[in-house]
């Protein structure tokens, strides 16, 4: 019976919004779950109660630096997290880590295996990692991740680290939501400037050749000094930042301090000019205008008219009846009726 009301006492429809809040303002990693959890779910009724719960929540949040990680598929992005992260709540910091993992294209399943890679930082009390499905959602994102940020601001985490599915053309939403912004890579893959599209090198703030350990030690930093010289000819994304290129071993943990001292002085920037709040008001205006953008995709595909005669159109497109551009219009005719 007892197990029973232990059960009980953590289910989330137990809990009033304002018990809830609370929880994770005292720095709950079960209730802060149980929060994201309800962000990020679909129900409607869900999505009021979590509307309430980021009302009651927004007063406490805005004092963390947020991180974006991205970089090239086996750059070791969880393991340079777990490294910097135990590193950081080694010194008392409290570090939040969230990890987003692919979403099948077939089943939508995912196997959020980043907290099973992060072994040795789950095992931290000062360290809280929630992976997520990106569900099918571009920029290498859950579409809630911004309001889990805030969640984790309010639960007291001072550095919150956002880990993207991986490196491509829509890899850079990440950079509308953080204040700091990373690229990982390795070296032995080829021309690595070649290998990377320019586009994202000039959002980064920093990159970081991983696995600079052993035999590849040398070659590290040989890739290191070319990505130096390559950042001198970019223009920054950050004004009047210089951004710059280090290697670091998770292995061995080298680079791992001049890491964090390179994070301090760019978060020291932005307050010191007068930074900080004007990127955190264009990441407000980006929120809403991509929030606007999939209201209006859902409010679309859920209108009555257009779910009854889409397929119809899409055959007639299909079949070659129909321009694409002609059928676009005509649907939107309907939406607007």
Not at 162 to 180: A, F, I, L, Y
Not at 234 to 259: H, Q, V, Y
Request: proline share 3%; net charge positive.
């Amino acid at each position: 019976m007892e197990k029973k009301i232990r059960y009980r006492k953590l289910r989330r429809d137990d809990f009033s919004i304002e018990q809830m809040a609370e929880l994770i303002r005292k720095g709950s990693r079960v209730h802060l779950a149980k929060g994201i959890t309800l962000i990020e779910s679909n129900r409607l009724e869900d999505f009021h109660k979590g509307q309430e719960l980021l009302k009651l929540l927004m007063p406490y949040t805005g004092r963390s630096i947020r991180i974006g990680i991205t970089g090239v598929p086996g750059a070791g992005k969880s393991t340079f997290i777990e490294k910097l992260g135990t590193y950081l709540c080694q010194m008392g910091k409290k570090v939040a880590v969230l990890a987003i993992d692919p979403s099948s294209t077939v089943t939508h399943g995912s196997i959020l295996g980043d907290k099973t890679r992060m072994e040795q930082l789950s095992k931290e009390p000062n360290a809280f990692i929630r992976p997520s499905p990106s569900a099918g959602t571009l920029g290498g994102v859950h579409r809630k991740t911004r309001e889990s940020i805030l969640l984790c601001e309010a639960a007291g985490y001072e550095i919150i680290f956002v880990e993207t599915v991986g490196v491509g053309q829509n890899e850079v939403h990440v950079r509308t939501m953080v204040d700091m912004f990373l690229l990982l890579t390795i070296t032995g893959a080829g021309d690595e400037l070649q290998g990377i599209k320019k586009g994202i090198v000039e959002l980064a703030d920093g990159v970081i050749v991983t696995k600079a350990d052993g035999e590849n030690r040398k070659l590290a930093i040989k890739t290191k000094n070319e990505y130096n010289q390559f950042l001198k000819f970019i223009r920054p994304n950050t004004d009047l930042w210089e951004p710059k290129a280090f290697t670091c071993s998770s292995l061995t943990g080298e680079g791992i301090e001049e890491i964090w001292a390179f994070i301090e002085q760019f978060n020291h920037h932005l307050q010191e000019n007068h930074l900080f709040h004007e990127q955190r008001k264009k990441q407000l205006k980006d929120w809403l205008l991509s929030s606007i953008t999939e209201r209006l995709r859902q409010s679309f595909f859920e209108h009555e008219e257009i779910k009854e005669k889409l397929p119809s159109i899409i055959e007639q497109v299909t079949e070659g009846e129909v321009p694409v551009s002609t059928a676009v219009e005509k649907m939107l005719s309907l939406y607007r009726k």
